[in-house]
């Protein structure tokens, strides 16, 4: 079994807005649970820069928000977050025009959950709440067909577990965009739109204790769901094996492929 990652806020303790003139990949955290975790570790593990904005925290300058321009900015990761698209928070509306800009300048973005779900607003698609209520917990995810030929899903298993934790889904993509892979529930688990830019519904980059930490914080989504979070536990070390290997799989598939250009840590 892959070795699970360390606690939340791996990477919050060496990752500051950098201003040194290096290339860096910006990462939107919107909540101090949901970090990128195996993502991250990924990242870095082959040295890629990382430039991590704390959107939960109050904008300072030692905690920027989201960036005016792209200086410095060699990719962009927007992770999940209990919030919706369309919520009144500050930095919404301007993160989707950002995402939008950066998919305009054609900078590799990955979405995750919301941040999935921002890409897909921002680009002109369609988010809203799931018909038959939320999808919590442990299940399969499937690819469609036209993902075979595609670079960030080689060696990922035609269907395989994924970690699920959303009440809204993505009822149309972005025009032009392709659905890439599906759920029983969600008919858009993730999509590719244009050259570089990529949205997953599911949570790949969770190891075990963030699951746990999802499952245990009574979200009132998760009970909408009917989900009791003892039984999801034990489903999910179960399952964890193969969900930890994909979930590895698809991080050095991004890192390598996606971010191959990101700048390298330097010293």
């Known amino acids: ?10 990477c919050e303790s060496t990752d500051r807005p950098l201003r ?3 290339m860096a990949i910006l990462i939107f955290q919107h909540t101090p649970t949901e970090h990128a975790g195996r993502l991250a570790l990924t990242l870095r593990d082959h040295a890629r820069r990382l430039d991590v904005r704390r959107l939960d925290l109050p904008e300072s300058r030692a905690n ?3 960036p005016t321009d792209f200086d410095d900015v060699d990719g962009i990761i927007s992770l999940g977050g209990p919030m919706n698209v369309g919520d009144d928070l500050p930095w919404m509306s301007r993160q989707m025009e950002f995402l939008a800009a950066a998919h305009k300048r054609q900078l590799p973005i990955v979405g995750i959950c919301l941040g999935a779900q921002l890409i897909a607003k921002a680009l002109g698609g369609d988010v809203r709440p799931m018909a038959d209520g939320p999808e919590w917990g442990m299940a399969d995810v499937t690819q469609f067909p036209v993902a075979n030929t595609e670079t960030i899903l080689a060696g990922i298993p035609w269907i395989a577990p994924q970690f699920h934790a959303h009440g809204y889904e993505i009822t149309a993509p972005p025009p032009g965009a392709t659905v890439l892979q599906r759920s029983e ?9 244009g050259l570089r830019t990529y949205g997953f519904q599911y949570h790949c980059e969770c190891d075990l204790a963030m699951i ?3 499952l245990f914080a009574d979200d009132p989504q998760m009970a909408a769901a ?14 964890y094996e193969m969900f930890a290997r994909t979930s590895d799989r698809l991080c050095v598939n991004i890192t390598e492929c996606l971010f ?5 840590l330097i010293g």
């Open 1 to 10: 079994m892959p070795a699970m990652l360390s606690s939340p806020g791996c």
């Open 20 to 22: 040194s003139g290096l």
């Open 64 to 66: 920027p928000h989201v």
């Open 185 to 193: 529930r969600c008919k858009v688990q993730s999509f590719k739109a």
């Open 212 to 214: 746990e930490d999802f």
């Open 226 to 239: 009917g989900l009791d979070p003892h039984n999801a536990m034990q489903e999910a070390r179960m399952q």
């Open 260 to 264: 191959a250009r990101a700048g390298a």
